[in-house]
T-cell receptor, first 108, second 115 residues
Framework: KNEVEQSPQNLTAQEGEFITINCSYS?????LHWLQQHPGGGIVSLFM???GKKKHGRLIATINIQEKHSSLHITASHPRDSAVYIC??????????FGAGTRLTVKP | GAGVSQSPSNKVTEKGKDVELRCDPI?????LYWYRQRLGQGLEFLIY????????KSGLPSDRFSAERTGESVSTLTIQRTQQEDSAVYLC?????????????FGDGTRLSIL
């Protein structure tokens, strides 16, 4: 069983919609990463959180340490946001465990 | 600015051959990570280097896999006697320092295909 669970696996939205991707992890972590993988395969690190909330442009990431849960939100979604979004949990031994990813398609 | 550079971008080889993949991290980054992504699957952690410390090899899938890093510069990931299940994209990432949730900067990956 994967230690990091993401939902949904696939998400289709219309341009302008508010999007939420969820991530749950099973044990205590030192940090939670959100990554974006483009159709060509390149990966960009979006956020790294250990508590609270971070915002960058239309992207917002939150984490609840007690509930072992993080969310990635995209406001006013755009077709260029179409990508696979990956949640990764980093543990104190620098080991990382990755979720299976959420494939987001935003239609114009 | 210069990001993480990986080479080759693509590699096709026959089963049983050895392959060597290279990663040039961002200058000044002390931490370097190797990951693997098989087709249709998520990322797998392989190995982590932090400065001159002994690397964390806990993610290497078998003894056919090894990696080296000279100081805080280039790293090579070597796969000996390749098998078809080794076909994947191998990603390298670096961060300024390791651990404690430091942001990682990823290279474009090496797409390895074993015939």
């Amino acid at each position: 069983k994967n230690e990091v669970e993401q939902s949904p696996q696939n998400l289709t939205a219309q341009e302008g919609e508010f999007i939420t991707i969820n991530c749950s992890y099973s044990v205590g972590i030192s940090a939670l990463h959100w990554l974006q993988q483009h159709p060509g395969g390149g990966i960009v690190s979006l956020f790294m959180l250990s508590s609270g909330k971070k915002k960058h442009g239309r992207l917002i990431a939150t984490i609840n340490i007690q509930e072992k849960h993080s969310s990635l939100h995209i406001t006013a979604s755009h077709p260029r946001d179409s990508a696979v979004y990956i949640c990764a949990a980093e543990y104190n031994n620098n080991d990382m465990r990755f979720g299976a990813g959420t494939r987001l398609t935003v239609k114009p | 600015g210069a990001g993480v550079s990986q080479s080759p971008s693509n590699k096709v080889t026959e089963k049983g051959k050895d392959v060597e993949l290279r990663c040039d991290p961002i200058s000044g980054h002390t931490a370097l990570y190797w990951y693997r992504q098989r087709l249709g699957q998520g990322l797998e952690f392989l190995i982590y280097f932090q400065g001159n410390s002994a690397p964390d090899k806990s993610g290497l899938p078998s003894d056919r896999f090894s990696a080296e890093r000279t100081g805080e510069s280039v790293s090579t990931l070597t796969i000996q006697r390749t098998q078809q299940e080794d076909s994947a994209v191998y990603l390298c990432a670096s961060s300024l320092v390791g651990g404690l949730g430091q942001p990682q900067h990823f290279g474009d990956g090496t797409r390895l295909s074993i015939l």
